[in-house]
Nanobody
């Protein structure tokens, strides 16, 4: 079982930057793909960024590509989401997620979840 704890959310203004962190623990952390999902009020949870277990492959959803960067530090069991040029439509609860060992960067492969951190972007 993987334990994931997000931090770094908050209230920012449009155009600001924010970095989310995810502390992971569990036997397969370094062998798991990691990802960030978000859920805005009244909308479904969406997969916005993912990174393979090795860090060699990444995925970004169209709304965040070019503005967000996902990274991981396997030595520290940490995953990060650097967010730049934030927009009001980025307002959501952001969730860190992990896949089973060696699974690919498909949203369906993520099966461990944190509790989420709120990001609010004011206009």
């Amino acid at each position: 079982q993987m334990q994931l704890v997000e931090s770094g959310g908050g209230l920012v203004q449009a155009g600001d930057s924010l970095r989310l962190s995810c502390a992971a623990s569990g036997r397969t952390v370094s062998r798991s793909a990691m990802g960030w999902f978000r859920q805005a009020p009244g909308k479904e949870r969406e997969f916005i960024a993912g990174i393979s277990w090795s860090g060699g492959s990444t995925f970004y959803a169209d709304p965040v590509r070019g503005r967000f960067i996902i990274s991981r530090d396997n030595a520290k069991n940490m995953v990060y989401l650097q967010m730049r040029s934030l927009k009001p439509e980025d307002t959501a609860v952001y969730y860190c997620a992990a896949s089973s060992a060696y699974a690919g960067l498909s949203a369906a492969n993520f099966n461990s979840w944190g509790r989420g951190t709120q990001v609010t972007v004011s206009s």
